[in-house]
């Protein structure tokens, strides 16, 4: 790739980056935050929801955003709001305004990543697509680890009021970078321009090529974000783990995460997209049901561990593969958005979810996310169908 592309996929890493430190940042600060917020442990869960809601929100305006104003004025808008939510944040002082500000976060780390993805569409396709997918999985893995240790770092030695202002650090670097390369965004805003292709969102939504790819991403992604948020819950209650503990823990998710992104580029040279997504899937079901079982007999901590490792490489795996498959026969940059979109749609509807099953116990929000994943090798085998 030239220096353009690889500046291009550079903003897109930097736009996942922050919208994965939103979440993992806030990961080891679920206690202090229950204690802030007056809220049990499994309800701050909420602050999750909250943010995740929020990611969700830029689809609505984000594609008239960019057709009007161009690329760089919409990662500017995310910029400025995530940085009035951060700000509103440090002046929060009760827990409708802490879950206000955490929605702004949302909706400007989303639309920022929103941008981020589609991007790529704009450098690449197909296979080079799913690769570069699995590049920005390295940018993922990189908040991963660098957000749940750092976050616990600073919750344990500061506050968690430091997590705002690390947030508004990281969107300043980011949008430096897309000042940078303002010209090269510029000319991918005329060569949408001239296609002048109008998006269609409900012609792409209802393809079966596109809505079921959305479908196993949701579950992998479902499955992914209710662990991930309630880990800090599972560990301090069930283990003792304090966020020290739980921060540290996010250097050896963040390997098994980085194992998946590098299975997808050396794997995709052997098999197609749609093998390797059948082996994420089946990952997918395999540890969440060994985590149903564990719910019952006590939760062993080296099982539990163990299988959280699986299902941070079976995501890692699943994700590109399922973004590919779903964007690669329709052309254009909307096809992604509506992707992410609809991931995280989906996802923060199985999140919702999960807080209704929580106060019945672990047990039950492992069987629903067995289900997700039997839901996920069910939408891999129709897809494999379509394919033959």
């Given at each position: ?73 919409a990662i500017l808008v995310c910029c ?25 976060q949302g909706i400007g780390a989303g ?17 080079a697509l799913a690769k570069n997918l ?255």
């Amino acid at each position: 790739m030239s220096s353009s592309p690889q500046q291009v996929l550079l903003l897109a890493c930097c736009t996942t980056i922050i919208a994965q430190l939103g979440i993992t940042l806030y990961i080891p600060a679920t206690t202090q935050l229950a204690s802030i917020l007056n809220t049990e442990e499994a309800e701050s869960y909420k602050v999750l929801l909250f943010y995740l809601g929020g990611a969700v929100l830029p689809i609505v305006f984000m594609s008239r955003l960019i057709r009007s104003f161009g690329r760089h004025t919409a990662i500017l808008v995310c910029c400025a709001t995530l940085f009035v939510g951060s700000v509103l944040s440090l002046f929060s002082l009760g827990s409708e305004v802490f879950f206000f500000s955490r929605l702004m976060q949302g909706i400007g780390a989303g639309g920022g990543a929103l941008i981020g993805r589609a991007l790529l569409t704009d450098i690449s396709s197909g296979a080079a697509l799913a690769k570069n997918l699995s590049v920005l999985s390295y940018s993922f893995i990189l908040a991963l680890i660098g957000g749940q240790v750092v976050g616990g770092f600073l919750i344990s030695s500061l506050n968690w009021i430091a997590l705002p202002y690390l947030m508004i650090i990281g969107l300043i670097l980011t949008y430096a970078l897309a000042f940078k390369i303002r010209t090269r965004l510029y000319k991918l805003d005329a060569v949408e321009k001239e296609s002048a292709l109008t998006p269609n969102y409900y012609s792409t939504a209802t393809q079966p090529s596109f809505f079921l790819p959305v479908i196993l991403g949701g579950c992998g992604y479902g499955i992914f974000i209710i662990y991930q948020g309630i880990g800090a819950y599972i560990f301090h209650s069930n283990f003792r783990w304090n966020s020290a503990d739980y921060g540290t823990f996010g250097l050896w998710l963040g390997l098994a995460y980085y194992l998946g992104a590098l299975t997808v580029r050396r794997a995709l040279t052997v098999v197609s997209v749609c093998q390797l997504s059948i082996f994420g899937a089946c990952l997918l079901i395999a540890s969440s049901s060994v985590l149903f079982l564990a719910a019952w007999q006590n939760m062993s901590i080296h099982l539990v561990v163990g299988t959280y490792l699986v299902i941070w490489y079976a995501q890692a795996t699943l994700y590109p593969c399922a973004a590919a498959m779903a964007v690669n026969r329709i052309p254009g940059a909307h096809p992604m958005m509506l992707f992410s979109f609809l991931q995280q749609l989906v996802a923060l509807i199985f999140g919702a979810l999960a807080t209704f099953f929580i106060p019945y116990g672990i047990q039950t929000v492992a069987l629903l996310t067995a289900c997700l994943g039997g839901l996920g090798v069910l939408t891999t085998l129709l897809i494999l169908k379509r394919e033959s």
